[in-house]
């Protein structure tokens, strides 16, 4: 064995025990730390032809690389949608490294059906019927994919042709219909070429981010005359600027009138399902083919973790079976790798399965709560500041803002937005809403609280 290799086999309680205590003095600043930061591109070093040993490479890394990470696991970084590690999150992504499991499958380990364990208390965390098949994947995007897999799938049944052998031709003019759709799922689209221009956008309600059900409808109604081909419906549950959510159970229910593959992309949106409050929200997701829904965001678990649910299990077989002789029949082993576009995986379950059962249903309703009131509290404040304006009431935990200014552009946004990351409290992200160049919040960390927003509401005061 190399030197520096059995040199750190004889040493790993001290490496392991040095890695905690870098983790640990880095997880008590997580308050202190700016949330954002700019870092320059820096020059690359040549490959070391003799190792260094990993406590020597850890202190490198603790002196040079270190500071300048982001603190986007931080209560104050309100950037796209972030969550941050809760302590039993973080416990088990540590041991899903010390375990290094192949989670693809079999009962040559328990890791599997600690999967299947996990995958049955989302289900009843966010309200899906049992008949839902599940597994995770590395983020909302792939599980957005995936679903689209899925769905293309099931259209090409209904034309009689098997998409997974003849490909994504086979299946001329399959179309993609959905009103704020997320760019991930547009870019689902281009990676499974049904391409990108097979996305149909059907209006929204004024002043609103969610479908009007009626030019869904029209749409439908004229489709159906043409006979064109089945159609994939994406639903929104949770639209990043505004977090609204598209009347599940209309859609759901023009199934009954229309053909359709009825996909929920409810990537944090999910999570209204878990309060009272806002469960309401959620209605109708059961009518869902298919449904995505992040870990790595609102439940607060490290990247990369989503989870990906179907009814149609039979025919996520059909496109992600990996027939090699020596994985065995798939009909017989019913192993995730035949149903995931990974075949080796990671034991992407234990953060979660580790974080749902050290706070319950109880823990998550408490966090999502707080979240959403620290967004309104943050929303009513910019409601009566005459610096800025809300573009749209605060739903649930995102406040989409804008400057008050004659000559509002991005270009202003932005540097308004590097002036507020440089102060170093807070972090915000730009965004278009309803083509105004804007400001988002997102509050989706499990530490936030108000004291919190009264350090935003400082920041907001005395910049511009
Ligand atoms: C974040 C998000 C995605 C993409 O998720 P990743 O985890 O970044 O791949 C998809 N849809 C919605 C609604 C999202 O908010």
């Given at each position: 064995?190399?030197?520096?290799?059995?040199?750190?086999?004889?040493?790993?309680?001290?490496?392991?025990?040095?890695?905690?205590k870098i983790a640990s003095a880095h997880?008590?600043?997580?308050?202190?730390?700016?949330?954002?930061?700019?870092?320059?591109?820096?020059?690359?070093?040549?490959?070391?032809?003799?190792?260094?040993?990993?406590?020597?490479?850890?202190?490198?890394?603790?002196?040079?690389?270190?500071?300048?990470?982001?603190?986007?696991?931080?209560?104050?970084?309100?950037?796209?949608?972030?969550?941050?590690?809760?302590?039993?999150?973080?416990?088990?992504?540590?041991?899903?490294?010390?375990?290094?499991?192949?989670?693809?499958?079999?009962?040559?380990?328990?890791?599997?059906?600690?999967?299947?364990?996990?995958?049955?208390?989302?289900?009843?965390?966010?309200?899906?019927?049992?008949?839902?098949?599940?597994?995770?994947?590395?983020?909302?995007?792939?599980?957005?994919?995936?679903?689209?897999?899925?769905?293309?799938?099931?259209?090409?049944?209904?034309?009689?042709?098997?998409?997974?052998?003849?490909?994504?031709?086979?299946?001329?003019?399959?179309?993609?219909?959905?009103?704020?759709?997320?760019?991930?799922?547009?870019?689902?689209?281009?990676?499974?070429?049904?391409?990108?221009?097979?996305?149909?956008?059907?209006?929204?309600?004024?002043?609103?981010?969610?479908?009007?059900?009626?030019?869904?409808?029209?749409?439908?109604?004229?489709?159906?005359?043409?006979?064109?081909?089945?159609?994939?419906?994406?639903?929104?549950?949770?639209?990043?600027?505004?977090?609204?959510?598209?009347?599940?159970?209309?859609?759901?229910?023009?199934?009954?009138?229309?053909?359709?593959?009825?996909?929920?992309?409810?990537?944090?949106?999910?999570?209204?399902?878990?309060?009272?409050?806002?469960?309401?929200?959620?209605?109708?997701?059961?009518?869902?083919?298919?449904?995505?829904?992040?870990?790595?965001?609102?439940?607060?678990?490290?990247?990369?973790?989503?989870?990906?649910?179907?009814r149609h299990k039979k025919l996520q077989?059909?496109?992600?079976?990996?027939?090699?002789?020596?994985?065995?029949?798939?009909?017989?082993?019913?192993?995730?790798?035949?149903?995931?576009?990974?075949?080796?995986?990671?034991?992407?379950?234990?953060?979660?399965?580790?974080?749902?059962?050290?706070?319950?249903?109880?823990?998550?309703?408490?966090?999502?709560?707080?979240?959403?009131?620290?967004?309104?509290?943050?929303?009513?404040?910019?409601?009566?500041?005459?610096?800025?304006?809300?573009?749209?009431?605060?739903?649930?935990?995102?406040?989409?803002?804008?400057?008050?200014?004659?000559?509002?552009?991005?270009?202003?946004?932005?540097?308004?937005?590097?002036?507020?990351?440089?102060?170093?409290?807070?972090?915000?992200?730009?965004?278009?809403?309803?083509?105004?160049?804007?400001?988002?919040?997102?509050?989706?960390?499990?530490?936030?609280?108000?004291?919190?927003?009264?350090?935003?509401?400082?920041?907001?005061?005395?910049?511009?």
């Open positions: 064995m190399n030197t520096q290799l059995s040199n750190d086999n004889n040493s790993l309680h001290e490496i392991l025990e040095a890695t905690r997880l008590d600043k997580l308050h202190e730390l700016a949330p954002g930061r700019l870092i320059q591109n820096i020059a690359l070093k040549d490959l070391p032809e003799k190792g260094i040993g990993a406590l020597k490479a850890l202190h490198q890394f603790d002196a040079e690389y270190a500071p300048m990470l982001t603190n986007s696991a931080g209560p104050r970084y309100f950037g796209f949608v972030t969550g941050g590690s809760t302590p039993a999150a973080i416990a088990g992504d540590w041991l899903v490294s010390a375990y290094d499991q192949n989670a693809c499958g079999s009962n040559d380990s328990i890791a599997p059906q600690i999967e299947k364990q996990t995958i049955h208390f989302f289900k009843q965390l966010f309200g899906l019927d049992e008949h839902y098949f599940g597994s995770f994947v590395t983020g909302a995007t792939v599980s957005n994919m995936t679903s689209l897999a899925i769905a293309r799938q099931w259209a090409g049944e209904q034309i009689g042709v098997d998409a997974s052998e003849e490909g994504a031709a086979s299946i001329p003019n399959l179309k993609i219909v959905s009103a704020t759709i997320h760019s991930s799922a547009v870019k689902s689209a281009a990676m499974l070429g049904i391409g990108r221009k097979a996305v149909v956008r059907i209006d929204t309600l004024p002043h609103r981010e969610t479908i009007d059900i009626d030019k869904l409808e029209a749409f439908l109604e004229e489709n159906s005359s043409q006979q064109i081909n089945p159609l994939i419906i994406i639903a929104n549950a949770g639209t990043v600027n505004t977090v609204d959510f598209d009347d599940l159970v209309t859609i759901g229910k023009l199934r009954e009138k229309y053909k359709f593959w009825m996909h929920v992309d409810a990537a944090f949106g999910g999570f209204a399902a878990v309060c009272t409050k806002y469960a309401h929200l959620m209605d109708g997701v059961n009518y869902a083919d298919s449904i995505t829904i992040d870990a790595h965001k609102w439940l607060n678990v490290p990247y990369d973790a989503a989870m990906q649910f179907t077989l059909k496109v992600f079976q990996n027939s090699a002789a020596y994985l065995g029949d798939p009909e017989k082993s019913p192993d995730f790798f035949h149903y995931t576009p990974e075949n080796s995986r990671r034991f992407r379950a234990l953060p979660s399965w580790m974080t749902l059962m050290a706070y319950g249903r109880e823990g998550y309703a408490e966090i999502i709560e707080r979240n959403c009131a620290c967004a309104k509290q943050l929303g009513d404040w910019i409601e009566t500041s005459s610096k800025y304006t809300l573009l749209a009431p605060v739903k649930m935990n995102v406040v989409c803002f804008t400057l008050k200014s004659a000559d509002l552009t991005l270009e202003k946004i932005q540097a308004f937005l590097a002036k507020i990351r440089d102060d170093g409290r807070v972090f915000f992200t730009q965004t278009i809403y309803k083509g105004t160049p804007a400001i988002r919040a997102a509050i989706s960390n499990w530490q936030t609280d108000t004291n919190d927003i009264e350090i935003a509401k400082e920041v907001l005061s005395v910049l511009s």
